[in-house]
């Protein structure tokens, strides 16, 4: 960042010793990951994909056979394993600590 280092400050240092603001007069750049010649080729930075969760992905899918189950069955019991499922579901969400950053964001 190098924005942060390049701007001025009035008596970073102290005074000097004839009471004057001893202020920051140089700094030093550690170019060692090539940003500026990245940026130079691509501008925008590198377009990021968001990844779900293993957690997350675990959750869809035990839904979504939970439904396709409740969807395409004739059988009694298994509707009624389907809605086991989403039970245990609903007590997964419900079990969540809305105290945490995370789940409040998505309440």
Known sequence: MIGRGTRLCKGLFGLNEDGSSNDKTQ???FYYCEN????DAKPDGMVGTAVKSLTQQIFEAQLQIALLIRDESSCDDERALSEAYINELNLTVAS????????????
Do not use: S
């Open 27 to 29: 700094f030093v750049i």
């Open 96 to 107: 969540l600590d809305t105290d945490r950053f995370v789940v409040k964001a998505k309440f």
């Open 36 to 39: 500026f010649k990245f940026f």
